[in-house]
């Protein structure tokens, strides 16, 4: 079976630049990427980062295509999507996997 590859983190950014479906909807759209992916070394997931990042997606008319992209790529481990942290996601996969509600 082949290893499982990971999207590198810049088109994970760029995805959010992109032209045309979701994307062009998307509240952080022509924002710093740091807010969204802080730099590893410079306090990751910091909570004022968390926080500030998550205020902009609460206004993002495309907040739930957002998650559900990155859910579908398996993105659990870098960034916030969907106002989510990598751990609320993995939280989130769980759950639907074994068909329980999040806490
Ligand atoms: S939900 Fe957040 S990360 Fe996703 S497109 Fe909207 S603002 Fe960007």
Redesign the pocket.
Known sequence: MPAKTRPSLTILQAL?TEQGG??SL????GMDPDL?FPTPGKGYHNPLEVQL?KQ??A??P??KP??DYALAIGEMWR?????TTPQERRRIRKSRRTGTTCA
């Open positions: 959010r979701w994307q998307a509240e952080c759209k969204f990042a902009v997606c206004q993002c495309v907040s957002c998650l960034g916030i999507w969907g106002g």
